[in-house]
């Protein structure tokens, strides 16, 4: 395993630590009913946040690495952002076609400062830099504003409206697809991996 761990101005984005403290951080995010509110899941309990952490961390090991689930950290919260406390989560889930599907999902205390968008900005670096993909693709509940905002501003084009494409608590929803391609992406240099 290479381990991933990318920095932007504010924020680090890295692998994630087989610790309580980040089984904490995890269940903070995710046992959040209003984080929780756009995701095709609801508030999750502990001892699953403790089960995802397993997961995430098998998919790191995996020889043909193909989902990345990383730890979305404030450089200014420790002197490594090793070190710091998760304060969301990104991921990318690669196709096998050059594709893959991006997520983000940031604590509450932490909205509207921006985090969002520097954290698709980094997952974006990887993925047209190192990993060497063709297109990024991103499913957002039509309620979700803030989410599109973010992405709209980064260069993402919404492809369509997939109707009922999600049911939770006995509700069906619909999400957008917005998409990004290689050629679009403005960054001038790709984050660095591993280190």
Known sequence: MVPVRLTGPRLAVREYHHTEEEVDALHALFGDPEVTRHLPFGPSGREDCADQLELYLEEAMAEERDTYRLAVT???D??????????GQASLTLDG?????LGCVLARGHWGRGYAGETVGLLCGLAFGPLDLHRLTARVAVANEASVRVLTRLGFQREGRLRHDGCKDGVWTDSYLYALLADE???????????
Do not use: Y
């Open 74 to 76: 404030r450089r200014a």
């Open 97 to 101: 076609h050059r594709a893959a599907q």
């Open 78 to 87: 420790a002197e490594e952002p090793a070190d710091a406390t998760p304060v």
């Open 185 to 195: 992406w403005p960054a001038p240099a790709a984050p660095a991996v591993g280190g």
